[in-house]
């Protein structure tokens, strides 16, 4: 799928937390890895930096504006079809607007145990454990 499986392509995540529960989404049936969950967010436009790259993704998916997201780490993946993302996670405790989901198949806020029981997006799972 990917031509150049070398290239390695960066990636804006925001982990939405309320309380206990963080917010994740499911992916459209017609997207690549269709129905999957992650943790919304996106590639940054050419020469975009990551934290309003971040901005304009949840805005874009959430309608959404984060307030001073926390950059928690950032990881390398690379998935079974090839595709080679390096993910940089945001903490985002605060936000202005209310969530409403633009272009997700579904979002649903869960605990951090509790994402175990769906299907992730393999970009979202390696920082499962700095959650909990």
């Not at 309320?18 to 994740?24: E, F």
């Not at 129905?35 to 993704?57: A, T």
């Not at 928690?72 to 090839?82: A, E, P, R, W």
Request: glycine share 8%; proline share 7%.
């Amino acid at each position: 799928m990917f031509e150049d499986q070398d290239e390695i392509v960066r990636v804006a995540v925001a982990v939405l937390r309320d309380g206990d529960k963080v917010l994740i989404c499911q992916r459209g049936i017609n997207h690549r890895y269709g129905l999957k969950w992650e943790f919304p967010g996106g590639k940054p436009l050419p020469g975009e930096p990551l934290r309003e790259c971040l901005e304009r993704e949840l805005w874009e998916e959430l309608d959404i504006e984060p307030l001073r997201p926390k950059e928690l780490k950032t990881i390398q993946v690379t998935y079974s079809d090839g595709g080679n993302f390096l993910i940089t996670f945001f903490e985002v405790n605060e936000y202005n607007g209310d969530i409403r989901n633009k272009v997700f198949e579904s979002t649903k806020w869960v605990t951090v145990p509790e994402v175990d029981d769906f299907e992730m997006l393999e970009g979202s799972v390696p920082i499962l454990p700095y959650l909990k």
